[in-house]
């Protein structure tokens, strides 16, 4: 399956679709980014006259490239499965380092602790274009081959 | 190894993981982890993981689908620690 193969097969759409690319993906790893358009209606209000993007979304970023988009590369390597695999986030402990101003894009990199009975549990940080760390934190998350 | 000793330690691998306490003083083989301990899919995984390190076995996917209670779990650690 390749990089753009993933993006095409994430359950999500705008406004809640938090990944542009994935630029590398391995059995262990995958790598990919995303820029937040300053348009996102929820910088209207996080913060008023103040926009910053919201922890919770950032976090969201990191499980949609970090857990999710790997776990569906790793389900579709076990079997040709055909449609999309049922997914929830189970749990995340991110810490939040520097805050991410509209505008900005940020570059996702997770790497696999373990992925048995259906679970994804991943090592993921995000940084930014100079390189600083963001934000960084354990994801982890079901992930279901599709019911044929 | 003891059926005593495998509870005591499956008690301990647990005891992190369960959300309803009172599960805990009430624990043995018929404990079940989802009713009684409110241990959640996700976190059983964990549960199994830390039980292959603690006795050094595999678990498939197979069994991991059958252990539902204490009981069930001790059953799979004897037989795989005598395979």
């Not at chain 1, 805050?99 to 990199?109: L, S, T």
């Not at chain 2, 000793?5 to 691998?13: A, Y």
């Not at chain 2, 993981?49 to 197979?62: A, H």
Request: aromatic letters at 8%; one cysteine or more.
């Amino acid at each position: 399956m390749k990089s753009i193969d993933i993006v095409s097969k994430l359950p999500y759409s705008a406004p809640f679709l938090f990944v542009d690319e994935i630029t590398s993906i391995s059995e262990n790893a995958i790598e990919g980014n995303y820029f937040f358009d300053k348009s996102h209606d929820f910088y209207r209000g996080h913060f008023k006259e103040n926009p910053v993007t919201p922890g919770v979304i950032l976090a969201e970023c990191m499980a949609q490239i970090g857990v999710v988009s790997l776990g569906i590369y790793l389900v579709s390597k076990e079997e040709a499965a055909s449609g999309t695999p049922r997914i929830a986030m189970t749990s995340s402990n991110v810490d939040f380092i520097k805050p991410v101003y509209p505008g900005e894009k940020v570059f996702v990199k997770s790497e696999k602790k373990y992925f048995r009975f259906n679970k994804l549990k991943c090592m993921v940080i995000m940084t930014d274009t100079q390189d600083n760390i963001l934000c960084r934190g354990e994801i982890s998350g079901m992930i279901l081959k599709s019911k044929s | 190894m003891t059926n005593r000793d495998i509870i005591s330690k499956i008690k301990t691998i647990v005891t992190p993981y369960t959300q309803r306490k009172e599960g805990l003083s009430e624990f043995d083989e018929s404990t079940n982890f989802l009713n009684d301990l409110e241990i959640n899919s996700a976190n059983l995984v964990d549960v199994v993981l830390d039980v292959e390190d603690e006795f050094d076995i595999e678990i498939d996917n197979e069994s991991m689908e059958g252990m539902m209670t204490v009981g069930d779990a001790r059953d799979i650690i004897i037989k795989k620690l005598n395979d």
